[in-house]
């Protein structure tokens, strides 16, 4: 997750941008309405890097065991 190269992933992440947006990524905004939609792009980048994140996060960390499960020691029938 790196802000500096944001637009490249963006881009990459989210297929379906409009010829505007596009444009806004690749040449910046020029007005304040250009630089409000930028900054929405930035924050819908930025939830997606976070999920992804996280996601990377939760398949990296070990499953956790059931403590009532006894893996180690062998079942027995009560009266043999």
Do not use: H
């Amino acid at each position: 997750m790196n802000d500096e190269n944001w637009k490249t992933e963006f881009k990459l992440w989210k297929r379906n941008l409009k010829p505007l947006q596009l444009k806004l990524l690749e040449e910046g905004a020029q007005t304040q309405n250009q630089a409000f939609i930028l900054n929405d792009m930035w924050c819908e980048w930025k939830e997606i890097a976070v999920k992804k994140k996280i996601s990377q996060i939760v398949q990296s960390v070990l499953p956790i065991e059931d403590p009532w499960i006894d893996n180690n020691s062998k079942t027995t029938k009560p009266y043999d």
